[in-house]
């Protein structure tokens, strides 16, 4: 059994500046991914950020995840990749599966930053091989090179779905429509645009209604909807695609947090169940902090804030608060509420506050 | 050659260096891939989507969630049933096959 002050589960942007911050004012610190690379969703995020200098504005998620994993590099970080938290136990004692062996680690102090997993929506044949996360065609495109089909039909205008809809045209599969069952585009404006130059219907009022196919997906049929999101009989369209994509939100991945016992609370507008957490990121439990799309479902750049406070706020627990400490958190928590206060980031700050009004948790 | 079928070859942003190409087995016929991608990335490449059938309803399963999540993609690689072959890196020689509800174990080699 190994013994360690902080361990960082998830290697994304949240888990990589926790670790960072930890280590640099003087913890002790591993940090665990599943992934043969730290980096979590950066490493297929080919599009450059929005925001302030200070969150990594005009810089591709490509390269923001070779600055902070090169960060890392120079940092006394004990690091395990391809290893799973499979179980926690008492007295947080961690089962880390390994490509070689099981290895049980006793954290004084842990971080959850697992991320998110994809949502999925009900429709005949939504099993067929060619339906696919959104996520998943990004990491095959973008981090193995590989094209899922040539002609696609993604299901969800967000963010990622207009993103990942530019990116497959950018690697050469026809997009042949972009589905949004409201009646307003859900994401940026600006990645909406660079699709309609491209020549890509968005089709608001509209979803699908079946994959076509016996085997893999060879068409789809679309419908329009009404107020009630009803399907509108006659409206139905039939699309010839082999590839369909999912992009209609995501959820924590939270399994670990029930494990630990920690309070979690169903908040819609934060993706689901999230544990209870105060502004400096401690769960219900006061050796356990989460950070990024565990704790609320936002972006990459509200992670990466909410890493560093998770990460000061683990090292205070453990060695008591510092000037540079108190320092990092009041920056991170100010430049938070200025993300927030954008048009996209009302939903989060009201799951945020609804958060913190539950039985006077500050 | 058919392992560059649905690879991406020009890129506005992104550069895939060449990397080691090695064969392997799908079904019994020789077919190539990276070394070191996923089993899963390199079957995509060569145009193979049914991955697996499931036990009741046999329905075809394939790619799904592409970060070792959702058990869509579990095949038999090497005799050995319930491989996530959206994770396991390929190695050279490797016998990968489609796996019929929960796949027999065979005797390795």
Not at chain 1, 87 to 96: P, Q, R, T
Request: charged share 20%; aromatic share 8%.
């Amino acid at each position: 059994m190994i013994r360690e002050e902080i361990v960082i589960v998830g290697a994304g942007p949240a888990g990589l500046w926790s670790a960072i911050v930890a280590t640099k004012l003087g913890a002790s610190v591993t940090i665990i991914d599943d992934n043969p690379i730290f980096g979590g969703q950066l490493i297929k995020q080919t599009h450059k950020f929005f925001g302030s200098k200070s969150h990594y504005c005009g810089i591709r998620g490509i390269n923001i995840a070779k600055i902070l994993t090169s960060d890392l590099e120079n940092l006394p970080v004990k690091k395990f990749f391809n290893a799973s938290v499979i179980g926690l136990y008492d007295n947080n004692l961690l089962a880390v599966l390994t490509q070689a062996k099981l290895i049980k680690l006793r954290a004084e102090r842990i971080i959850f930053a697992t991320g998110a997993s994809e949502n999925n929506i009900a429709f005949p044949n939504n099993d067929l091989p060619g339906v696919y996360g959104a996520g998943a065609v990004q990491t095959l495109m973008n981090v193995y090179g590989v094209r899922p089909g040539h002609r696609a039909l993604m299901v969800g205008s967000g963010n990622i779905g207009l993103i990942v809809s530019y990116q497959m045209m950018q690697a050469n599969i026809q997009v042949v429509a972009v589905l949004e069952i409201m009646p307003k585009i859900g994401g940026y404006h600006v990645h909406a645009a660079k699709l309609a130059r491209l020549g890509v219907p968005i089709l608001t009022c509209y979803t699908i209604k079946r994959a076509l196919g016996i085997d893999m997906v060879e068409g789809a049929v679309i419908v329009k909807v009404n107020k009630r999101f009803k399907p509108i009989p006659g409206t139905e369209q039939r699309l010839k695609v082999d590839t369909i994509c999912l992009a209609v939100g995501l959820s924590p991945l939270n399994e670990l947090l029930w494990q630990a016992g920690c309070e979690m609370v169903y908040v819609p507008e934060l993706g689901g169940q999230v544990a209870q957490h105060n502004e400096d990121m401690m769960t219900s439990r006061a050796d356990i902090f989460v950070g990024g799309d565990l704790s609320g479902i936002e972006e990459a750049s509200t992670a990466m804030l909410e890493g560093k406070i998770a990460g000061a706020s683990a090292y205070e627990s453990l060695k008591g608060v510092s000037a540079e400490s108190k320092k990092i958190k009041e920056q991170a928590k100010v430049e938070l509420g200025m993300i927030r206060q954008g048009p996209f980031g009302e939903k989060p700050r009201w799951g945020k506050e609804r958060l913190a009004a539950r039985r006077g948790w500050t | 050659m058919k392992a560059l079928a649905n690879r991406i070859q020009q890129h506005p942003i992104l550069d895939f260096p060449e990397k080691k190409l090695v064969k392997f087995f799908f079904e019994r016929k020789e077919i190539f891939g990276y070394e070191g991608e996923p089993i899963a990335a390199a079957l995509v490449a060569n145009g193979i989507k049914v991955f697996r059938y499931t036990e009741k309803l046999k329905r075809a399963r394939g790619f799904f969630c592409a970060v070792g999540k959702c058990s869509s993609c579990l095949m038999m690689v090497d005799g050995k049933p319930n491989v996530m072959v959206c994770t396991e890196p390929l190695k050279s020689g490797m016998r990968v096959n489609r796996q019929f509800g929960r796949g027999k174990i065979r005797a390795l080699k």
